[in-house]
Nanobody, 119 residues
């Protein structure tokens, strides 16, 4: 089992920045690819970003490319999502997730943190 706890959400004006953090515990953190997903009201959950086990490789949804940056600190068992130039359409609950390197699925999820961007 892997336990994930997100923090850092909040209310911000359009154009502002927020930094989300996710703390992991329970298993060897470097065994897991980490991802960020979000779900806006009335919409399905969508992929935002992922980061490889070493942190050297990241990927982003087109909608956030160039504005969001994922990073991880394997010594601290944390992953972060730096969100800049926020837009009202970024408003959602953001979830941290973990995928075992032997699996194709994200099996572990945090409880989510609310991000609200006002116009």
């Amino acid at each position: 089992q892997v336990q994930l706890v997100e923090s850092g959400g909040g209310l911000v004006q359009a154009g502002g920045s927020l930094r989300l953090s996710c703390s992991a515990s329970g298993r060897t953190f470097t065994n897991y690819f980490m991802g960020w997903f979000r779900q806006a009201p009335g919409k399905e959950r969508e992929f935002v970003s992922s980061i490889s086990r070493t942190g050297r490789t990241t990927s982003y949804a087109d909608s956030v490319q160039g504005r969001f940056t994922s990073s991880r600190d394997n010594a601290q068992n944390t992953v972060s999502l730096q969100m800049n130039s926020l837009k009202p359409e970024d408003t959602a609950v953001y979830y941290c997730a973990a995928r075992d390197f032997l699996s194709n699925d994200y099996s572990y999820w945090g409880q989510g943190t609310q991000v609200t961007v006002s116009s």
